[in-house]
C-alpha cells in the first residue's frame, strides 16, 4: 500500500436475491444486534464503500471508459502503487460516479493471498476500534492492520467467508454523497446464514428491511424456484443476502455490487454501446428490473430501477 490510490482502494471497497415481502426471520435466525450507536461510531458513509475490481490486464483504461460512459462520474490518474502488506505491484485507480465509488487494480505481479477475494471495503472512524468491534461481532480478522502512505487497512472475514477491508486515513477523505446508494450483494449458505446476520447486523449496526423466505428465486437466475433473499440497511449502506444451496448458473455469485438507475433500459443502451455486454436480463421483479453486466476487463456488475420490496 505504499501509494494509495488505493486509498481508496482500500478504503474503497473492494474487495451482494431481490422481492421482498417483509416477512419477520424465524426464531433460529432472529440476529443478535449490538447498539446501532456503536457502528454509527465507526461508519463514515456509504460514499466511502467502494467495489474492488481486480481487471484483466492492460484493461483499466477500458473499463474506466466504459464504466463513466455508463453512469458518469470522474476518475483519478492511473498509478503504480504497492496496496498489500507484502510487496506487490498494481496499476490503481480510483473511480468516482454517482451510483457507487469503486477502485480498479491491474496488478503488474501475482495478487498476495487473500487480496483479490475482498469484496468491499469501508472507511471506519478508528482502525483500533475497527478491529475490536470486528472480534465482538464475531468476525475474523483474517489480516491485521498494516499502514500505508494514507493510514491503515486490515481485512476482516464475516461468517460465510465474505471479506471486507476496512481503512483509516490520517487525513479525513471527503467524498460527494452518491445519488443512489448500491447494494453490497451477498451470497451465504443456508448453514451460515443465521451466524453471518448476527455478526455482520452486530458489526455494521444495521437492521433487517425484509426477510422474504420465499422470494422469486429468477431473480439469481433460477425460474420456477424459491430462495430466502433478505435486504438489510446499516450506516455502512445497503445490503442484499441470498440464502442459497450454490446450484447457481452464471453469472449470479460473480456480481458482489448492485446498482440504481433512474432508467435501466437508457443505462444498458449506454454500457453496450461503451462496449459492455449484458450477461443476462432485463428482468422485472418485485417492483424492479434488473440486468447484470459485464463491463470491459472482466467487472459483472447487477444494474437495477424501480424501487425494492
Not at 496488478?107 to 478491529?131: C, K
Not at 480478522?141 to 499502514?147: D, G, K, L, Q
Amino acid at each position: 500500500m505504499r501509494k494509495r490510490v488505493l486509498a481508496c482502494l482500500l478504503p474503497l471497497a473492494a474487495v451482494s436475491g431481490l422481492l421482498a415481502t417483509h416477512t419477520a426471520p424465524t426464531s433460529a435466525d432472529t440476529p443478535e444486534q449490538a447498539p446501532a450507536q456503536d457502528s454509527t461510531r465507526i461508519a463514515v458513509g456509504p460514499q466511502y464503500d467502494t467495489t474492488h475490481v481486480y481487471v484483466e490486464p492492460g484493461k483499466v483504461p477500458a473499463f474506466t471508459a466504459s464504466w463513466k460512459a455508463t453512469f458518469g462520474g470522474t476518475n483519478t490518474a492511473v498509478s503504480v502503487t504497492d496496496v498489500t502488506p507484502t510487496p506487490s505491484r498494481t496499476k490503481s485507480e480510483l473511480i468516482f460516479s454517482p451510483v457507487g465509488t469503486l477502485s480498479a487494480f491491474d496488478f503488474q505481479t501475482p495478487v498476495p493471498y487473500p487480496f483479490g477475494a475482498e469484496r468491499t471495503g469501508w472507511l471506519v472512524t478508528s482502525m483500533d476500534a475497527g478491529i475490536r468491534h470486528a472480534r465482538a461481532s464475531g468476525a475474523d480478522v483474517i489480516v491485521s492492520p498494516f499502514r500505508d502512505p494514507l493510514g491503515q487497512d486490515a481485512v476482516i472475514q464475516f461468517p460465510g467467508g465474505v471479506n471486507t477491508q476496512i481503512y483509516w486515513h490520517t487525513k479525513a477523505p471527503a467524498y460527494k454523497p452518491l445519488e443512489t446508494v448500491p447494494e453490497n450483494r451477498v451470497y451465504v449458505s443456508p448453514d451460515a446464514v443465521s451466524a453471518f446476520l448476527r455478526s455482520y447486523l452486530r458489526f455494521t449496526g444495521g437492521s433487517i428491511v425484509s426477510d422474504t423466505p420465499r422470494a422469486d428465486a429468477g431473480e439469481i437466475g433460477l425460474t420456477g424456484k424459491t430462495y430466502r433473499r433478505i435486504r438489510l440497511t446499516s450506516p455502512f449502506g445497503k445490503t442484499v443476502v441470498a440464502v442459497s444451496d450454490g446450484h447457481l448458473p452464471y453469472p449470479f455469485g460473480r456480481e458482489v455490487t448492485g446498482y440504481q438507475v433512474a432508467h435501466l433500459a437508457t443505462t444498458l443502451a449506454k454500457a453496450r454501446a461503451a462496449g459492455a455486454t449484458v450477461l443476462w436480463g432485463p428482468r422485472l421483479s418485485a417492483g424492479r428490473t434488473s440486468a447484470v453486466v459485464k463491463f470491459p476487463g472482466g467487472y459483472i456488475a447487477e444494474i437495477h430501477d424501480g424501487a425494492s420490496r
